[in-house]
């Protein structure tokens, strides 16, 4: 019983979160595919959830739901399978209070 009490008292509150992405792609042409990776559900690191087309070679938008027991989200934006940021930290969206969180970014900028 006690041991019971001891694991359930360490079990994170989990998050759900709408995020809905705007992204803004400059100096590319001919762009194929635009995603994002990530490291929560439906997020993974290895492949991307697709974004939408909104104005060719230009502007992208992608909305999803995660659920975790992190307050925060970590993730990059890919370019025909190429992630940005190669030697930079994740992007890092931290959670509010709010059930929807709005991230407008621009690809290959922190």
């Known amino acids: 019983m006690v041991l019971a009490v001891m694991f359930t008292a360490c079990v994170q509150k989990k998050h759900k979160k709408v ?3 705007t992204l803004k792609v400059d100096n590319k042409t001919n762009v194929k595919t635009v995603g994002i990776i990530g ?3 439906p ?3 290895d ?3 697709r974004m939408q087309e ?3 070679d230009s502007l992208y938008s992608a909305s999803f739901i995660v659920e975790t027991g992190y307050k925060f989200l970590e993730l990059k934006f890919t370019i025909d399978g190429e992630p940005e940021l190669k030697d930079g930290p994740n992007r890092r969206i931290n959670f ?3 059930d929807s969180i ?3 970014a621009v690809f290959n900028e922190q």
């Open 39 to 41: 490291g929560s559900d």
């Open 47 to 49: 492949n991307g959830l």
């Open 102 to 104: 709005f991230l407008k």
């Open 96 to 98: 509010s209070d709010a």
């Open 54 to 56: 909104i104005i060719k």
């Open 43 to 45: 997020l993974d690191w």
């Open 19 to 21: 995020i809905v992405a």
